[in-house]
C-alpha cells in the first residue's frame, strides 16, 4: 500500500511551525496571528446560557437565522448595502473553509485563479486541490495591486480574483481606485471575485473598508468572506460567514452543505446577542485595535526595525535591512533564539518573493504588556 500525497512539498503551516518553536523557546510569540487577551464576558455567559438551555445540536444549515439578521443588520448600517438575511448570507465554520467552498463554488479543472502575493497560506493548495491553476502576482514594493499586471494576467480561462482587504500580512486596505480599476478589468467578462475580508472591521486612521460586494456594479459576481474569530477575539471558535447574491450563494450552499454541513450552533446565538447588545462594537473594535498598532510602531520606531505602512489588520510589518542581511527564515529563527522574540518571515507568503526583501511581521492583537516586553528586548539588537 502506497500513500500518494497530493501535497509532496508541502509540511506544517508557518504559523504552526513558528508557534510551536516559540513555545519550546519561551519567546514572545509576535508571530501566529491570534489574540492573547480574552473576548467579552457577556460573549461567554451567553455561550455557556446556550449550552446548558440545550442548544447542542446541528443548527440551521445556512446558520441560526438570529445570527443572519443581526449580520446583515449590522452590515446595512456600516455599509448601506442590503442584504437579504435568507438568501444572501450563510454563517460558516470560519474563513478557511469559506475560501475552500467559494473556490469549489466556481473552479472547474483548468479555470484560473489570480491572487496576490504575498498572500495567505491556503489559498493557492485550496486552488490546486481542485485543479485550478493558481496565478500568483506580487504585490507592489509599497503591497498595492499592480491593475496593468492583473490585465495582462487575465486570459478567457481566468474565473476568479481573489482579493484580501484589509491585508494579511501587508496591512494595505483596496481603494476606491483599486475597485474602478478591477471593474474596468471584469466588467465585461465572466470573472468571479472573493474578497477575502476578516479583517474588515479592524481599519485604522478613519479609513472606510471598500468591498467589491458593496460595489453595485460588481455586488452579483462577487463573495465576500468574513470571520467571527477576528472580530471578537475568539478565533478559536471557528465561526465565520460568507456573503453574496442569491444567485452565488445557492452555489457556495451546495458545496458548503458537503464540507462542513454547519458550525457550532450556541456561538452563533452568543454572537447575535453580542452584536444585538453592542450595536457599535465594529467602530469601538477599530480604535482599539488602532492603539495597540501605535503602541508596537511607536516602540519599534526606538529600535532599528524600520516599520512600514499598516492601514488595517492586527499586522504591522517591518524591515530589518539595518540589522541583518541574512534571509527572512533565518532572521526569524535567530530572533526566536535572542532576544526571544517570534514573528513571521513574509517570504512564506509568496510564490517568489523579492530577492532583497527584508521584512518580518509582528502581530499586534497583544496585550500592552506583552508588547512592552518584546519591544524591550527588540531594542537590545
Ligand atoms: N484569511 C486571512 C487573510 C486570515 O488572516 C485568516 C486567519 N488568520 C483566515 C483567512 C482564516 O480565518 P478563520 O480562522 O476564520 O478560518
Ligand atoms: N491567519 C493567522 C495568521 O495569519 C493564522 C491562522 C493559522 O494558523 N492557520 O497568522
Known amino acids: 500500500m ?61 446558520g441560526m437565522p438570529k445570527l443572519r439578521e443581526i449580520v446583515t443588520l449590522r452590515h446595512q448600517e456600516i455599509y448601506g448595502n442590503a442584504v437579504h438575511p435568507q438568501d444572501e448570507v450563510t454563517i460558516t465554520a470560519g474563513a478557511t473553509v469559506s475560501i475552500f467552498c467559494a473556490l469549489s463554488a466556481l473552479v472547474s479543472p483548468g479555470d484560473e485563479v489570480i491572487s ?13 486541490l481542485l485543479s485550478g491553476v493558481s496565478k500568483r502576482i506580487n504585490l507592489t514594493a509599497d ?16 474565473k476568479v480574483i481573489l482579493l484580501n482587504t484589509p491585508h494579511n500580512p501587508a496591512g494595505s486596505v483596496l481603494t476606491q481606485d483599486d475597485l474602478d480599476k478591477l471593474w474596468d478589468i471584469v466588467k465585461d467578462k465572466n470573472i468571479f471575485i472573493i474578497s477575502d475580508e476578516v479583517y474588515q472591521h ?58 462542513s454541513f454547519t458550525t457550532f450552533a450556541a456561538p452563533q446565538s452568543a454572537l447575535a446577542d453580542m452584536m444585538e447588545k453592542n450595536p457599535n462594537y465594529f467602530q469601538s473594535l477599530a480604535k482599539f485595535y488602532q492603539q495597540k498598532r501605535d503602541f508596537l510602531r511607536d516602540g519599534l520606531s526606538h529600535t532599528k526595525f524600520k516599520v512600514l505602512p499598516c492601514e488595517g489588520s492586527f499586522f504591522q510589518l517591518a524591515d530589518y535591512s539595518e540589522i541583518s542581511d541574512k534571509e527572512q527564515n533565518d532572521f526569524v529563527m535567530d530572533l526566536i533564539d535572542s532576544p526571544g522574540v517570534a514573528t513571521i518571515p513574509i517570504s512564506g507568503f509568496y510564490q517568489s518573493a523579492p530577492k532583497s526583501q527584508k521584512v518580518i511581521r509582528f502581530c499586534f492583537a497583544k496585550t500592552e504588556e506583552v508588547l512592552a516586553q518584546a519591544i524591550e528586548r527588540l531594542k537590545t539588537i
Do not use: C
Open 2 to 62: 502506497e500513500v500518494i500525497s497530493r501535497f509532496p512539498n508541502i509540511g506544517q503551516t508557518i504559523f504552526s511551525k513558528i508557534s510551536a518553536l516559540s513555545n519550546q523557546k519561551k519567546a514572545i510569540n509576535l508571530g501566529q496571528g491570534f489574540p492573547n487577551f480574552e473576548g467579552d464576558e457577556f460573549l461567554y455567559q451567553r455561550l455557556k446560557y446556550y449550552i446548558d438551555h440545550g442548544q447542542n445540536q446541528y443548527a440551521p444549515m445556512t
Open 116 to 128: 496576490f502575493d504575498p498572500s495567505y497560506d491556503s489559498y493557492t493548495p485550496n486552488i490546486e
Open 143 to 158: 503591497f498595492q495591486i499592480d491593475w496593468d499586471l492583473v490585465k495582462k494576467t487575465v486570459t478567457s480561462k481566468t
Open 202 to 259: 479592524i481599519i485604522f486612521d478613519g479609513k472606510k473598508h471598500l468591498s467589491p460586494f458593496n460595489d453595485e456594479r460588481m455586488r452579483n459576481r462577487s463573495i465576500a468572506i468574513s470571520s467571527f474569530g477576528k472580530s471578537f477575539h475568539v478565533t478559536g471558535w471557528k465561526v465565520g460567514y460568507v456573503l453574496s447574491s442569491k444567485e452565488l450563494m445557492t452555489e457556495f450552499r451546495k458545496v458548503y452543505q458537503f464540507i
